[in-house]
Structures are given as structure tokens and as C-alpha cells.
């Protein structure tokens, strides 16, 4: 089985950063997009942020400038690093991926993380 193991979420005050982090571990045979996804109460679950494979990084508007996506192909992991956080960032953060499982690699399957929850407080 896959899992997608994230970390890294807390309480910040405005202007503060957070470092997340995601670990996809299984029989994976390979990783194409990995993302993260914000959900705050009452709203849609907005895509953040998305890496390729090859580490080409797109945000959303209203973060550029203060998060950075990267990831480690070598240890299967995304990192989102946000800076200067602001109380509208506050959400519930999804690490997402698409994988091919060395098992069925024909088929790409689409898994997402338990969710971490991040508060900026002002």
C-alpha cells in the first residue's frame, strides 16, 4: 500500500514561517505531479502549489512570493516552505501525488495525505 505521510503544520503568528513536509512510501514504481491543497472552513479546497517531476513549481497567486514548493525524488517527498504567513493562510493542508505503483504501472492513481493543520494567528 501507499501513504503519503505529511508534517510539519502548527500555530504561527502573522509574519511567521512554516516548513511542510510529504513522504510517499510504498511499492512505488514512479511519482509524476505532487501538489499541496489548502481547505479553510467553509470554502473549496484550492490547489496551493504543484511540482513535476523534473522540480518545475506553479502557485497560486495569492501565495507567490512567500511559499516555495520543492521536492526530493530521491526520498519521495514534497516540502512547501511558507513565509511570511498571513491569518487568510490558515487552512488544512493536503500533500498530493499521482503514482504509479510498481505493481500496476499502467494506471496512475492519485493519493492524497491525512492533512495537517495550520493557524496563523494575528
Known amino acids: 500500500q501507499v501513504q503519503l505521510v505529511e508534517s510539519g503544520g502548527g500555530v504561527v503568528q502573522a509574519g511567521g514561517s512554516l516548513r511542510l513536509s510529504c513522504t510517499a512510501s510504498?511499492?512505488?514504481?514512479?511519482?509524476?505531479?505532487m501538489g499541496w491543497y489548502r481547505q479553510a472552513p467553509g470554502k473549496q479546497r484550492e490547489l496551493v502549489a504543484s511540482?513535476?517531476?523534473?522540480?518545475?513549481?506553479t502557485l497560486v497567486d495569492s501565495v507567490k512570493g512567500r511559499f516555495t514548493a520543492s521536492r526530493d525524488n530521491a526520498k519521495n517527498t514534497v516540502s512547501l516552505q511558507m513565509n511570511s504567513l498571513k491569518p487568510e493562510d490558515t487552512a488544512v493542508y493536503y500533500c498530493?501525488?499521482?503514482?504509479?505503483?510498481?505493481?500496476?504501472?499502467?494506471?496512475?492513481?492519485?493519493?492524497w495525505g491525512q492533512g495537517t493543520q495550520v493557524t496563523v494567528s494575528s
Open positions: 511540482i513535476t517531476s523534473g522540480g518545475s513549481a
Open positions: 510504498g511499492s512505488i514504481f514512479s511519482i509524476n505531479v
Open positions: 498530493n501525488a499521482d503514482i504509479q505503483l510498481a505493481s500496476n504501472r499502467r494506471t496512475v492513481f492519485h493519493y
